[in-house]
């Protein structure tokens, strides 16, 4: 099956298959071809190039884009997309001025949405989060991390996971799957906090390692939840099984965590709204990507990531949304990538870098995803009719999409 598509305004994110992750300086360019044709070949891009030296190609379909843009489809490294149920109470509590934390104190927060994630039956569970994926592809989203850590139990936690792995086996977009079992801290742990990473370790880690259940590792580290010390615990358990670290560190307090990521080898840290300067610093010379969650700090009113302070210092930086019932209940990369421009100063060029190429690094898809190169996925978005590329962070209510492939088909 041949598609080409030809007039296309603007083809964004055209690179060497061989570029894995960009450094902050690198962000500053957003290769394109103006005017150009692009070829999918069973699901694959096998080529594209300036309209001006398309030879004959025998397509079975041919795709006006006149006037529209082409870029690859957005690679969200940090989502919660199982879960069950919603949160819209404590969404009500916080604009009557109770905190995140006052929630969570109170048994709310990652805790309500254990409970009832433990009580809705896994076709539910599944169910449910089947739509956000549907969602969030529709709005150009062709590659996904996806955390357990609502179960915080044995069963809870594999639950998850397993709706997890059947999502993976009927969606086309790559889900990379993260074992986030030392999310919170269940009531009965309460005060023994490392009898539960006991837990984590010896009863549940083994399990998920044995039926292969996911990818990556996960701790949020922070002050009122795990400490540095049972960060590194997890982290050096979970080595054992090839598991690579993909942690919540200084969301609301600097503990450290940065630097027993890089330790531990992470593949990415995220959050990252309060950092020191010793933070960008350990990160420097690292395979470690930075993850901001812009959605995140707007929704509970938290500081963004220092951006500027993180790229200006050389360092890379990835884009995600966090989707979750409680701090982020969104999943739209649009927005986040205009919040990135318009909060934390990004340019669009940083910004479409964080959230394609970087974001691609920061799940280990760097080689099939996140730019337009030839062998890569035909993972790409189609935009309307619009003026410029930067339009899109610009518009931000804006839906400027008009069409998403994944694997050359086309999904919305
Ligand atoms: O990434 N910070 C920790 N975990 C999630 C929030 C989870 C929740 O409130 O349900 C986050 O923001
Ligand atoms: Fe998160």
């Known amino acids: 099956m041949k598609l080409l598509f030809t007039n296309i305004k603007e083809l964004l994110q055209v690179r060497e298959a061989s570029v894995e992750k960009l450094s902050g300086k690198e962000m500053k360019e957003l290769p394109t071809i103006k005017n150009a044709w692009l070829l999918i070949e069973d699901g694959n891009i096998s080529d594209f190039g300036k309209m001006d030296n398309l030879s004959e190609i025998n397509a079975d379909e041919t795709i006006n884009a006149e ?22 109470q404590e969404f009500v509590d916080r604009i009557n001025g109770l905190s995140y934390e006052e929630i969570a104190n109170r048994g709310g927060g990652i805790l309500n949405s254990a409970k009832t994630l433990q009580e ?24 996904v991390e996806i955390k357990s850590g609502y179960g915080l139990t044995k069963e809870g936690e594999l639950k ?21 079992g030392a999310h919170a801290l269940p009531k009965e742990y309460d005060g023994n906090t490392s009898a539960y990473i006991d837990k984590v370790i010896n009863e549940i880690l083994p399990e998920v390692a044995r039926q292969k259940l996911a990818e990556f590792i996960d701790i949020f580290c922070e002050q009122g939840y795990f400490t540095v010390e049972d960060t590194n615990r997890l982290l050096s358990a979970a080595k ?17 965590g940065i630097q027993a990521g890089v330790e531990h080898d992470a593949l990415s840290v995220d959050h990252l709204e309060v950092m020191r300067p010793e933070d960008i610093e350990s990160l420097k010379g ?12 707007l929704y509970l009113s938290i ?13 890379p930086l990835a ?9 982020t209940p969104s999943g739209n990369m649009n927005l986040v990538v205009s919040l990135a421009c318009i909060k934390m100063r990004m340019t669009p060029e940083e910004a479409i870098n964080a959230a394609t190429i970087n974001g691609a690094y920061a799940m280990e898809l760097s080689e099939t995803h996140g730019s337009i190169s030839k ?29 998403v492939y994944i694997n050359g088909e086309k999904v919305k």
């Not at 994926?133 to 590659?143: F, K």
């Not at 054992?240 to 450290?256: D, R, T, W």
């Not at 884009?319 to 701090?327: E, K, Q, R, V, W």
Request: net charge positive.
């Open 286 to 297: 690292t395979a470690t990507m930075p993850v901001a969650l812009p959605t995140c700090s």
């Open 375 to 403: 062998g890569k996925k035909a993972n790409f978005i189609l935009t309307k009719k619009i003026p410029s590329y930067a339009f899109l962070p610009y518009a931000f209510g804006t839906n400027s999409i008009e069409s």
């Open 160 to 180: 998850m996971l397993r709706v997890i792995k059947r999502l993976k086996e009927n969606y086309q977009i790559p889900i990379k799957a993260t074992f986030l």
């Open 120 to 143: 809705t039956p896994e076709e539910e569970v599944y169910r449910q989060s089947a739509e956000r994926l549907e969602e969030v592809m529709s709005l150009g989203t062709g590659a």
């Open 303 to 315: 500081p963004y990531t220092p951006a500027r302070a993180i790229l200006d210092g050389g360092l």
């Open 319 to 327: 884009l995600a949304t966090d989707f979750n019932p409680g701090s």
């Open 240 to 256: 054992e099984y090839g598991m690579k670290p993909k942690i919540h560190v200084n969301q609301f307090h600097a503990i450290g």
């Open 67 to 88: 006037g529209k843009i082409v870029l690859p489809t957005w690679c969200d490294s940090h989502t919660h997309i199982v879960y069950a149920g919603n949160r819209e």
